[in-house]
């Protein structure tokens, strides 16, 4: 089989069905006459007296740009990326400028700049776009964040963002709900990102014991140690430096060979640095880890934290949305049993990023840990309950309106669709697996069936196919994922991210999250790897 040929094919098949996409937008636009803003500008515009009509129309030319550039992610023969090395994009591709001029352009150039910025960007929302864990482009999840833009208010008080307030609480109590907390615990936030999220659940663990630390600083504590497994986010370590605890004092925990974390290496390593001097306070769990797609066993790992008094957190960030699914959320059994969970709903569950969550099983710690009270925002003499003036809770003042989009997506889908949504993508890396498991120019990384959507492999050219395992080999095979991504970044067909992990050499790490995403996506990735590849 040649399979420098076969991509074409399945392109030819791909543009057939999306050409009668493209006729049909192409008699929409010729049935619209464009305005002429070449001499309109954006003083030109609302809130300007009488501006409406004209203001109508910019705003339609921008709704078309975008309509079109939603429909081109989801046809297979448009490309994922049209890549260009920084330089040229500096140096300006075809009237595309990123220099910032003195005087204003015209809303043409506007508009010209709105659509080369996502000409020259990744589709990200393309269903063969497997780079990262949070893929796909939820039109529901869209509108909500324009009109999140165009309501462009703030989380700190109930007085500016009423509505978003309640949402927030609601969303928040549906989510401590379904990881398994009673009604009468649970508080959390919406954060700009998992790492913010873990970062938060160092921090309210660290007040929980140590309260002085709000005003008296790390001078006044022991020196802390906290624990998390060898194939955890590295925002836990991140986040040990930022908050001065210091990343020698992460004690990273043995993994077994499938990635998680094995709960006797955990016991003894929190003894080992008692020993040593320092406190044990903090364990971080992994429900989902970014390689491998491990789940830590929590049950385990909560007796542990359990007998030594230790907080339990749960970064699901990655995992979290499995919890949607009745045949997956088995998977994050014990989950109930932690002291804080992060969950991103912008990987998973396919809201647009961003979107994440700290939860906190005490209710009232983020409050006590984080507020200073200001008085210009947070007055206690208002005419309405000032509980909902939720944004002492956070590190942050301003933040960013993040739980409108969500709340319309689990509006339009129910938790049943989010469900049937995650049990697709499992079902795409089941099939991925087993794909590569029958081919022999393709070697899985562990035998095991993925416990997540994760499906690690590499793919063996022919050069190396004779080769006995050794030194030699890996080297070799250690370059091959790298030279493959370079020559798909130019094709612009597919995207999969690669590293390496431990001893392994690199190796392609595919991820499903995109319900866009069909078998015959998965056989077209295989297919082009070996495509760009044979010749290695």
Same mark, same amino acid.
């Given at each position: ?97 990123? #220099?910032?001029?003195?005087? $204003? ?14 000409? @020259? ?40 963002? &009423? ?5 927030? +609480? ?21 954060? &700009? ?18 309260? +002085? ?83 830590? &066993? ?85 005419? @309405?309950?000032?509980?909902? #003036? ?77 080769? $006995? ?45 995109? &319900? ?21």
């Amino acid at each position: 089989m040649d399979f420098c040929q076969l991509p074409g094919r399945i392109n030819d098949e791909s543009a057939a069905r999306d050409k009668q996409q493209d006729d049909s937008a192409a008699v929409r636009d010729r049935r619209q006459t464009p305005a002429d803003f070449s001499s309109i500008y954006s003083a030109d515009l609302l809130p300007a007296s009488g501006r409406e009509e004209m203001t109508r129309g910019f705003l339609q030319e921008l709704v078309d740009i975008l309509f079109g550039y939603i429909c081109k992610s989801s046809q297979r023969s448009s490309k994922v990326l049209d890549f260009h090395h920084p330089h040229q994009l500096k140096e300006g591709l075809e009237g595309f400028s990123l #220099d910032l001029p003195d005087q $204003p352009e015209t809303l043409e150039q506007i508009l010209v700049d709105c659509r080369d910025t996502l000409k @020259y960007g990744v589709s990200t929302g393309h269903p063969r776009f497997f780079n990262q864990l949070s893929s796909g482009l939820d039109v529901i999840g869209v509108a909500g964040e324009w009109l999140t833009s165009a309501a462009n208010t703030n989380m700190f008080t109930y007085e500016v963002s &009423p509505v978003f307030v309640l949402m927030e +609480e609601v969303l928040l109590r549906k989510m401590q709900s379904i990881v398994g907390w009673s009604d009468d615990e649970g508080d959390g936030l919406f954060c &700009p990102g998992g790492t913010i999220s873990n970062l938060y659940s160092i921090l309210v663990a660290r007040y929980h014991f140590y309260p +002085e630390v709000k005003t008296r600083g790390m001078g006044v504590l022991p020196r802390l140690a906290l624990f998390t497994s060898e194939h955890s986010h590295y925002s836990v370590k991140k986040s040990a430096a930022v908050l001065g605890l210091g990343t020698e004092n992460v004690v990273v925990v043995k993994c077994d060979e499938r990635g998680k974390m094995i709960p006797a290496e955990l016991e003894s390593s929190i003894v080992a640095a008692a020993e040593k001097g320092l406190v044990p306070f903090y364990v971080n769990a992994t429900a989902g880890t970014t390689v491998y797609g491990a789940f830590d &066993p929590l049950g385990a790992i909560a007796d542990v934290c359990h007998r030594h008094t230790l907080w339990l957190h749960v970064d699901a960030a990655w995992g979290g949305g499995l919890l949607m699914s009745d045949r997956h959320r088995m998977k994050l059994q014990g989950i109930e049993r932690a002291w804080s969970v992060t969950w991103n709903p912008h990987k998973m569950m396919g809201v647009p990023l961003q979107c994440s969550v700290i939860l906190v099983k005490k209710r009232g710690l983020l409050q006590e840990c984080n507020e200073l009270g200001a008085e210009y925002l947070f007055q206690t003499d208002k005419p @309405y309950d000032v509980s909902y #003036d939720t944004g002492d809770k956070s590190i942050q003042c301003g933040r960013h309106v993040d739980v409108f989009k969500f709340w319309l997506m689990w509006k339009a889908k129910g938790s049943e669709g989010f469900g049937s949504q995650v049990n697709k993508c499992l079902e795409n890396a089941e099939y991925l697996y087993d794909q590569v498991q029958r081919r022999a120019d393709f070697e899985l990384v562990f035998k095991n069936k993925p416990e997540h959507s994760n499906v690690c492999f590499w793919y063996i050219p022919p050069s190396l196919r004779g080769l $006995p395992p050794g030194p030699d080999r890996d080297s070799r095979l250690h370059q091959v994922a790298p030279r493959i991504k370079g020559r798909m970044m130019e094709r612009g067909s597919v995207l999969i991210g690669y590293q390496p992990l431990g001893a392994r050499v690199n190796f392609f790490r595919c991820v499903f999250s995109n &319900p866009a995403t069909h078998q015959e996506d998965i056989d077209f990735l295989l297919d082009e790897i070996a495509c760009l590849g044979c010749d290695l």
